[in-house]
């Protein structure tokens, strides 16, 4: 280790990640087990949309958890392989590619060792892994995905929640909700906030700044990150209203309070 570098942080266990992970706390869990993964959760869909699968391209989903993207991909005509560390995780991948008639593998496998050669597919999909993997492990997972892709591949990456918006925004929000006498459902650490297992699995979240660094570091080009949030279906009086609508959509308000992050780069 050379002076000033920071000692690798090991890896979070897979063991973390089990069946009970990916079905009570894993992105898009509820709509999975309504639908048995037929339509994707709001942010899964919005994310996918952006990877622009097209028949006939080979697609890799890194982190894939339960496998619904590998299906949407499959079902699109695109060869579609997907990969997860995780052994719950490629079970239930493989549990639900059965009886599927398109193109596509799973395998257990390190998102910073990929066993794929250089140049093998047009597309990298990384929804909702960036903020599992401690920093030095993302450098590596990205320049994996980077070696991986196709000249003119896309990386396309969602993580959640935005860095600043638990640094700065959450702490107004929680201050407000208590004063309004809802302090009980916001917690001082915001990681414990609807799904108390981020509490552990989160250890490297993004804002857009930093997420642009490491793609660019990594050697993507025409690196493109930008913010949303989920719907505001909130009516709580016209003033709270508003300041939702200003924090939500106005600069520089929406860079602390809008929640997801989304990146797209290109080998």
């Known amino acids: 280790m050379t002076q000033g570098q920071q000692p690798q942080q090991a890896s979070l266990p897979p063991d973390l990640y089990d069946e009970t992970y990916f079905l009570t706390a894993c992105e898009g869990y509820d709509e999975f087990i309504k639908t048995e993964g037929e339509h994707l959760s709001r942010r899964l869909r919005q994310a996918f949309a952006f990877a622009e699968v097209q028949p006939g391209m080979w697609v890799l989903d890194v982190g894939c958890g339960r496998g619904e993207i590998v299906r949407h991909v ?8 997907g990969v997860d560390y ?20 799973i395998a257990r496998a390190d998102a910073k060792a990929l066993p794929f050669t250089d140049a ?25 995905a980077h070696r991986v892709l196709r000249p003119g591949g896309k990386i396309v990456i969602h993580t959640a929640p935005n860095r600043w918006y638990d640094a700065y925004a959450y702490p107004i929000v929680r201050l407000v909700r ?13 990681r414990a906030l609807n799904v108390a297992i981020n509490t552990e699995v989160h250890v490297n979240e993004q804002d857009i ?16 990150v930008w913010l949303d949030t989920p719907p505001q279906q909130r009516r ?32």
């Open 178 to 190: 208590t004063l309004m006498g809802q302090g009980a459902r916001y917690p001082k650490n915001p």
């Open 74 to 81: 499959a079902r699109l005509g695109a060869h579609a392989f």
């Open 86 to 105: 995780s052994r719950a995780a490629v079970q239930l991948t493989r549990r639900i590619m059965q009886g599927e008639r398109g193109s596509f593998g």
């Open 236 to 267: 709580e009086g016209a003033v709270l209203d508003a300041l939702r609508h200003i924090a939500f959509n106005w600069l520089p308000f929406a860079w602390f309070f809008q929640r997801e992050v989304f990146a797209v780069g290109t080998r």
């Open 209 to 224: 700044l930093r997420l642009r660094r490491y793609l660019k570091r990594a050697g993507f080009q025409q690196v493109r």
């Open 120 to 144: 093998h597919f047009d597309r990298v999909l990384l929804f909702d892994v960036v903020e599992h993997l401690y920093p030095w492990e993302l450098e590596r997972c990205l320049r994996e």
